[in-house]
């Protein structure tokens, strides 16, 4: 007989091969890595405003009135004259004078025109230039504390590191394209100002008064008007770089079109400024009071 048939055996699981070596296996690719951020965009540039003045050619120049002054003061015209003798200096006429390092404090000014003239490092505190004409003068370094310059026309002068801190009346004077960088202005009055196309870096406005105040075109990189009263002050297309308006009084005062890079309004009364098409970057707006006009949300850089 042939042998009984046996059932079918279930057929035993094939062993699974053994795992690579760890040193064998395949990893996925890395990610790439993130770019770095592209550096902050630097602050929009506005159109420059040219404010240009000619200074007098004052080679071998002999002011006609520079004989008539009273009291034979017309020796005293030179440096480091002292005007102690001479305190009447009405309408006279000093253009192109080279008075450096003179003593003119308390002098009456009044009306006189120094047109070009040099006065880097004279003192003139307490001194009365009202309407005088101080065009293209240079007046760096001057000791100014006190003088009154009400109505007095300083355009493309130069007031590099100037002191005028604490002067009652600067109202209406004309600064317009000035050298000014680094000037103390600080308790000034300087109401109708007029700055427009000055160099104004560095320099001081803190607790001045500016109201009606024109900075149209100026260059302003880290000017400082903390707690300074800037009532309806225009500094439309302009471009404000590192300024400080901490604490300051700026209602109505116009930025339109202004570029605003890391500026700091802190606490500043913004009420009813105007700031159709302005650029702000980095500004710090923490503490502001009012409610201005068409604020943009400050960008970051991007």
Not at 175 to 186: C, I, Q, V
Request: glycine share 8%.
């Amino acid at each position: 007989l042939p042998p009984p048939l046996l059932p079918p055996q279930p057929s035993l699981p094939t062993a699974s091969p053994p795992p690579p070596p760890w040193w064998k296996l395949s990893f996925p690719p890395p990610p790439p890595p993130f770019p770095p951020p592209p550096p902050p965009l630097p602050p929009p540039s506005l159109p420059a405003v040219s404010f240009t003045f000619s200074k007098l050619d004052c080679a071998g120049y002999l002011p006609p009135l520079l004989g008539k002054l009273r009291d034979g003061c017309a020796a005293l015209a030179g440096p480091h004259a002292v005007f102690d003798a001479c305190p009447d200096l009405r309408n006279a006429d000093l253009r192109c004078a080279n008075l450096e390092g003179a003593m003119m404090s308390g002098v009456d000014l009044s009306g006189a025109v120094l047109d070009s003239a040099n006065l880097m490092g004279a003192s003139l505190t307490d001194s009365d230039l009202t309407n005088a004409d101080l065009r293209c003068a240079n007046l760096e370094g001057a000791m100014m504390s006190g003088v009154i310059l009400g109505g007095a026309v300083l355009n493309g002068t130069n007031l590099f590191a100037a002191s005028l801190s604490g002067s009652s009346s600067l109202t209406t004077a004309s600064f317009a394209g000035a050298e000014m960088r680094d000037a103390d202005l600080t308790n000034a009055n300087l109401e109708h100002a007029r700055f427009d196309g000055a160099i104004i870096e560095g320099a001081d406005f803190s607790s001045s008064t500016l109201p009606f105040a024109s900075f149209v075109g100026a260059r302003m990189y880290a000017a400082k008007f903390d707690q300074a009263k800037l009532w309806e002050a225009d500094f439309s297309r302009t471009a404000l770089p590192t300024v400080d308006f901490n604490k300051a009084e700026l209602t109505r005062s116009d930025f339109s079109g202004a570029s605003l890079h890391s500026c700091v309004f802190s606490m500043a009364n913004i009420d009813a400024c105007i700031f159709t098409g302005a650029t702000l970057v980095q500004v710090d707006l923490s503490g502001y009071v009012g409610t201005p006009v068409d604020l943009p949300q400050p960008a970051a850089p991007v």
